[in-house]
């Protein structure tokens, strides 16, 4: 079966702090990955894709970056965290039309 | 551009009642469609799919939706909702662009089943 794995469930980080989020995929090769962003009481937005290695593309300008170092592995980034950062991080693999979604990351910057 | 409006943002319901949650898409080219559930703290889950054929489309948990092109229309339906039904609703419409498809999502409808 395909899995995705999402590391740490919650992270708590003071403003100014870097940041490094994990997602890992499962049973499947060279699959298109996202991230997407939930903040408190919006809906979903769409922040990096990746078709494969080292191919990122950003669909929204902002404090975030992406990397795409192994075939399975998708990596949200920050240098310096902002207050506005906060929120609720999904990562997603693509198959076909649909996307499956993993368990996400909960984080809060104070 | 692709978007989806979700009329709802909350639906209150007791339980055992039907509920209907509405979503209208706008898009220019072939449609495929997508409802999704969102459990507290968890990830999104595919309910169902339209992609072609049947206009009614069964997912899980007991839960069908209608595509109407005339009305572009996917709304979401269950005809008896229990307890465990409480959650956020995402419509979705896919998008494809340069070898990738991207979900465009609406803003979300909660639904609240009441005892």
């Known amino acids: 079966s395909q899995t995705i794995h999402q590391w740490p469930a919650t992270l708590v980080q003071p403003v100014g702090s870097p940041l490094s989020l994990e997602c890992t995929v499962e049973g499947t090769s060279n699959p298109n990955l996202y991230w997407y962003r939930q903040a408190a009481g919006r809906g979903l937005q769409l922040l990096f894709y990746?078709?494969?290695?080292?191919?990122i593309s950003s669909e929204v300008p902002q404090n975030l970056s992406a990397s795409r170092p192994q075939d399975r592995q998708f990596i949200l980034s920050s240098k310096k965290l902002l207050l506005s950062d906060s929120g609720f991080y999904l990562c997603a693999r693509g198959q076909g039309y649909e996307q499956y979604f993993g368990p996400g990351t909960r984080l809060t910057v104070t | 551009a692709q978007s989806v409006t979700q009329l709802d943002s909350q639906v209150p319901v007791f339980e055992e009642a039907p509920v209907e949650l509405r979503c209208n898409y706008s898009?220019?080219?072939?449609?495929?469609l997508f409802w999704y559930v969102q459990y507290p703290n968890q990830g999104l889950q595919l309910l169902l799919k339209y992609l072609s054929g049947s206009t009614l489309v069964k997912g899980i948990n007991g839960f069908e939706a209608e595509f109407n092109k005339s009305q572009t229309s996917f709304h979401l339906r269950k005809p008896s909702v229990h307890i465990s039904d409480t959650a956020e609703y995402f419509c979705a419409v896919s998008v494809g662009s340069g070898g990738y498809n991207k979900l465009i999502f609406g803003a979300g409808t909660r639904l609240a089943v009441h005892p």
């Open positions: 990746s078709v494969g290695i080292g191919q």
């Open positions: 898009s220019s080219v072939s449609v495929y």
